[in-house]
């Protein structure tokens, strides 16, 4: 299964990503987490120290020249080493670096573009790996060919107008690219919250509560994994993926299934 991970910056995007890459990881999946975001804390929040986290690929303005070139540049670089070549281990998963063009600061965006797309095409279209990409607010990365292999998108959100209004505008673009197997999961939801009434939210998955063992830990320490709250961590894990799989296209159709609310 191959899984993007969108929303606004600060709802838990990442957090969300690293738990389904290690909940997925733990169940015995071969499972590659790929940071595709400008904040680049994928690796923090799966407890890599700084000095174990690769550098982005998108800073590596040799490498990414040496495989698309200047000017008239390639638009199907080969990539096929850089996954292995380039990536790390986090806990049972691995972890690839690519960073975005958003945060490349300026310069060889075309160039950068151009070689993280293919990359991300590689992993998705190419390798039969279970993956989690986390992406930024928008669907920049994923191309119309891309999509055709992601098996999901899962849209995350806090319970704020801003937060919502942001993942339904995220999940407006994928459904253009002809990605329409959508989640949405709430982040940091208070029991009985009610969802505004925004036109083209996904269906939602999982609402998570705020973690009192994240909560204590996240002044000290940025891993969001082995918490206190793992078990039900990993059913709103179990929720998102079986929401998912019921909106496959190679899936029979399931009823929808209720909404995953985690016990505070």
Same mark, same amino acid.
């Given at each position: 299964m191959k899984l993007a991970v969108a929303g606004k910056g600060g709802v838990g995007k990442t957090t969300i990503a690293a738990w389904l890459g290690d909940h997925l990881a733990r169940q015995g999946r071969e499972v590659w987490l790929v940071d595709a975001d400008t904040a680049l804390s994928l690796g923090a929040a799966m407890g890599l120290a700084p000095g174990d986290i690769p550098a982005p690929l998108i800073a590596d303005a040799d490498l990414i020249r040496s495989r698309v070139g200047t000017g008239m540049i390639s638009l199907t670089p080969e990539v096929a080493d850089l996954p292995e070549r380039l990536s790390v281990r986090a806990g049972l998963a691995r972890l690839l670096v690519m960073g975005s063009v958003a945060g490349a600061g300026g310069g060889c965006a075309c160039e950068a573009n151009a070689l993280l797309k293919a990359l991300l095409a590689h992993l998705v279209l190419t390798r039969d790996q279970w993956l989690v990409v986390d992406l930024e607010a928008g669907v920049e990365h994923l191309g119309r060919g891309t999509v055709a292999g992601v098996d999901g998108l899962v849209v995350v959100s806090e319970p704020s107008f801003r937060g919502l209004s942001v993942a339904a505008r995220v999940? &407006?673009?994928?459904?253009?690219?002809?990605?329409?197997?959508?989640?949405?999961? +709430?982040?940091?939801?208070?029991?009985?919250?009610?969802?505004?009434?925004?036109?083209?939210?996904?269906?939602? &998955? /999982? &609402?998570?509560?705020?973690?009192?063992?994240?909560?204590?830990?996240?002044?000290?320490?940025?891993?969001?994994?082995?918490?206190?709250?793992?078990?039900?961590?990993?059913?709103?894990?179990? /929720?998102?993926?079986?929401? +998912?799989? /019921? *909106?496959? *296209?190679? *899936?029979? *159709?399931?009823?929808?299934? &209720?909404?995953?609310?985690?016990?505070?």
């Open positions: 999940a &407006a673009m994928a459904a253009e690219l002809g990605l329409d197997r959508q989640v949405l999961v +709430l982040n940091r939801a208070l029991p009985g919250q009610a969802l505004p009434d925004i036109p083209g939210l996904p269906p939602l &998955a /999982a &609402a998570i509560p705020p973690l009192p063992g994240l909560v204590a830990r996240q002044l000290g320490d940025p891993s969001v994994l082995g918490l206190p709250e793992q078990g039900d961590i990993d059913a709103a894990m179990d /929720a998102v993926l079986t929401a +998912l799989a /019921a *909106q496959s *296209q190679d *899936q029979p *159709q399931h009823p929808r299934y &209720a909404p995953c609310a985690m016990s505070s």
